[in-house]
């Protein structure tokens, strides 16, 4: 299995092109609902260049993040980024950030009180974790989760955002949009509301319906909650001005599968249907244009559609003042082909798979969907969702806040799971000491040792339930620590945990 580095490049274009297109065509419908009927951009003033909008935006910023501080991406790095770079105070993005700034960390930034995590905001840019990691789907799988619970932790937008890196890489190698489909499926769960979109979209294309008849189907059984107003006469008449605020992620993936499904091998008739089908048109499209991309390769693009939005970049949501200083994000598509194919070097020598892309033929024999699947529905890359993984040289943490999420009351036990993976090859007594508020109490105890073995040799990670008691809360943040130290070792691991005041808050308000 091998693809030439022209061929790579031609693909990668393709993706990146593919996106300007969509997101440029379904801009000024997103979020109507209504039936449209475009056949070519509307804008009649785009001058050659595209129209700025948030779908290739963050991605920019991950590419900087990796250029600046590597490619071994934690979401804590990530978090940070989106901290300093993102500017929306509005959905995901808004409640994401509302979050980390009262201290939590991802995946519960994303989770917590946040009814925008079934929304859009992560799957528009899985497109850099494929690109990066062509032909690795699982490692694409696991750069889109690192990336998604920022903002959509626990939410159907993280399956969504692992769904489509997930196939968006296999499809660098094969090209058949149904095996494409299995492949991303095989990543999340088959319950997940994505997954049920995903399959009444499948189920109605071999029936045989038309792609209204299906958008019609897929809004009927998947839909978000839009503002009155934004939902047309004809959609209200069959009943769609109703839904669950924020639950937009389904039907908006189950639209992206449509535009391509239906439109086969002709791009225009891709990103048109994914427009004329409403809901968030930009991100729709602009998802199916870099996929078709991906397949296709840029050369296959229609000149019709390049030649009116040329080939710069053009954002909405960054903070331009400080990251365009020194011209620090990539200006042109080109140049972000460039920087992108730099970082896939990088990471295929991590992964010793320096012979996916690289020079003489390329040579797709025998590649199969079944070598790209994982067989538990991708549990071993998103099954942390109930607190935050750190990473340590040879050590990996866990700290689970159980399903209610970072949150203590006065006088109630709060129970935390601490899991440790020890990583490496030589097995350790670690010494635990808590730091906690004045006045807290934790047990069975806040100081103590336990033996870890190496995961290498066959032994289950080390698992460790405490219970921390706050007599009296008197901040809405408390922060508190876990120390864990080797004696005889220089390393010290210190492992951040964040617990809101919850006095005022519902029962079970992570859920």
């Known amino acids: 299995m091998k693809l030439n580095q022209n061929e790579y490049r031609n693909k990668l274009l393709g993706c990146w092109l593919g996106k ?232 908006n993936m189950a639209i992206t599968l449509i535009g391509l499904l239906w439109g086969r091998d002709d791009f225009s008739q891709v990103e048109c249907i994914a427009v004329n089908c409403g809901e968030d048109t930009d991100c729709t499209a602009a998802t199916a244009g870099s996929i078709w991309g991906i397949i296709h390769g840029a050369a296959a693009i229609p000149q019709k559609w390049l030649d009116p939005i040329g080939r710069n970049i053009k954002t909405i949501c960054l903070n331009i003042a400080d990251l365009n200083w020194g011209k620090r994000l990539p200006q042109t598509v080109d140049d972000l082909a460039d920087r992108t194919a730099r970082l896939c070097k990088q990471v295929l020598v991590r992964e010793k798979a320096q012979d996916l892309c690289g020079e003489g033929p390329t040579d797709l024999n025998g590649v199969t969907a079944a070598q790209f699947k994982v067989t538990d529905e991708g549990r071993s890359i998103w099954g942390g969702f109930n607190g935050t993984r750190f990473d340590f040289d040879f050590f990996t943490v866990h700290v689970d806040y159980g399903c209610e999420g970072a949150v203590i009351r006065d006088s109630q036990p709060k129970s935390l799971t601490v899991r440790i993976t020890n990583t490496y090859l030589a097995q350790a007594n670690l010494s635990l000491h808590w730091y906690l508020p004045e006045g807290w109490q934790v047990t069975p105890s806040p100081d103590g040792f336990a033996n870890c073995v190496p995961v290498a040799f066959g032994l289950p990670e080390l698992k460790l339930e405490y219970q921390v008691m706050a007599p009296k809360l008197t901040r809405t943040c408390n922060r508190a620590a876990l120390e864990i130290t080797i004696e005889g070792r220089p390393m010290v691991m210190l492992v951040p945990v964040m617990l809101l005041n919850g006095n005022m808050l519902p029962e079970a308000i992570g859920e």
């Open 20 to 251: 300007n297109v969509g997101g440029t065509l379904g801009a000024p419908d997103e979020w109507h609902r209504r039936i449209n009927n475009l056949t070519f951009y509307t804008q009649p003033d785009l001058n050659g260049n595209p129209m700025a909008n948030d779908d290739l935006d963050i991605q920019l910023l991950w590419i900087l993040a990796m250029e600046e501080k590597g490619i071994n991406v934690t979401t804590q790095r990530l978090a940070e980024y989106f901290c300093l770079y993102v500017v929306p105070h509005w959905g995901e993005y808004g409640m994401g950030k509302i979050n980390m700034h009262q201290g939590l960390l991802p995946p519960m930034s994303g989770s917590f009180q946040n009814v925008h995590r079934h929304s859009c905001g992560s799957y528009i840019r899985s497109e850099i974790w494929a690109c990066i990691a062509p032909g690795l789907p699982k490692v694409a799988a696991r750069y889109a989760y690192e990336d998604s619970i920022i903002d959509h932790g626990n939410g159907e937008g993280t399956y969504a955002e692992i769904f489509m890196a997930a196939l968006e890489s296999a499809a660098f190698f094969i090209s058949d949009l149904r095996e494409l489909i299995d492949i991303g499926l095989s990543y999340i769960p088959k319950e997940c509301g994505v997954a049920k979109a995903v399959h009444t979209t499948l189920a109605c294309f071999d029936d045989g319906k038309s792609w209204v008849d299906t958008r019609h189907e897929v809004l009927r059984q998947h839909r978000g909650k839009l503002a009155d107003w934004l939902v047309s006469a004809e959609d209200k008449a069959r009943g769609f001005d109703t839904g669950v605020v924020g639950y937009d992620v389904p039907s």
